[in-house]
């Protein structure tokens, strides 16, 4: 068995709580005052499942990266992030969300290659060109929006025409919505090339405070909200039809699919090995050094709930 302890489910009563939700990896407290703890937790989610035991520290890799990445660009774009008093946690501003994710994709990889090969020359209502292999760079970057469905997680596409005339969105909004995207998009590119990365595609997802200001919330730039290639090689991988090097959680995928589970209805979950679930980890911690150049600090596993519980804590009562 690992030695290290997950935090994989949270029950906490924090001053002032008003209510929880439990999201696929992240729990969220609201407190009075407009006051959110959002708390990573180290559930793993691939094809909308989460996974039945939890990863070690990838709570902590997560939200380390998107609180340094969320640094990185405040001075581009407002966030809601005002403190992470724990490895595990943030806490900042509560927001009302934008019903939509704002994807955004540099490269035919993924999603947009699985579309393309299937005969599609636009996504989203946004066209792509025709002759592009997969990973191929597109000619500018495309935004391709995304939208929960009403019933399940899965996230369906949609089009800025249709956001627009659903009332999903106002016009003037949106207009911001895709400003900031290019932005922190362009951003994030500049910082993978800093070390030897390729920022492929990433979403982002925004909120409006109650004073009405348009805030960029919940994770950036982290492995499981974005996928990165290495950037040493990538031009002779793709002159030679061969797969990219990546940095993503797409491993997991892969391993699920080669286990026959792509979360379909009737397919079942395969079994995940201790030995398994520590080499994620480490994939984790290795995606983590890459991406932030920093060495991985592990933080005290020995009594997670109560580390967070008392860093938690202690900020509160700082700041009453």
Known sequence: MSTQQTI??????????????????????????????MIATDRLSA???????????????????ATSMMKRTEDLVPNWLQATPDPNVAIGKACTPFKVEMV???YLSGHAAREYKAGKRTLCGVSMPEGMKENDTFPAPIITPATKAEKGNHDEDISRTDILAKGIVSEADYA????????LFQ??????????LILVDTKYEFGKTKEGE???IDEIHTPDSSRYFYAEGYKERQAKGLPQKQLSK????????????????GQQLPEMSDAYIQTISDRYIELYENIT????????????HNRIEENVLHYLSQKA
């Open 8 to 37: 994989t489910d949270t029950n906490f009563q924090f001053p002032g709580q008003r209510s929880v939700y439990k999201g696929k990896v992240r729990e969220v407290y609201t407190l009075e005052n407009d006051l959110l703890v």
């Open 47 to 65: 094809f909308d499942v989460v996974m039945p035991k939890g990863i070690p520290f990838k709570g902590q890799i997560l939200n380390q990266i």
């Open 104 to 106: 955004i994709r540099g």
């Open 176 to 183: 911001v919505l895709e400003d900031y995207t290019r932005k």
């Open 187 to 196: 951003r994030g590119t500049e910082i993978a090339a800093e070390r030897g």
């Open 214 to 216: 348009i805030v960029l």
């Open 250 to 265: 797409e491993f997991v995928r892969q391993w699920l699919i080669e286990n026959g589970f792509q979360g379909k209805e």
């Open 293 to 304: 150049g920093q060495s991985f600090q592990k933080a005290n596993t020995n009594n997670l």
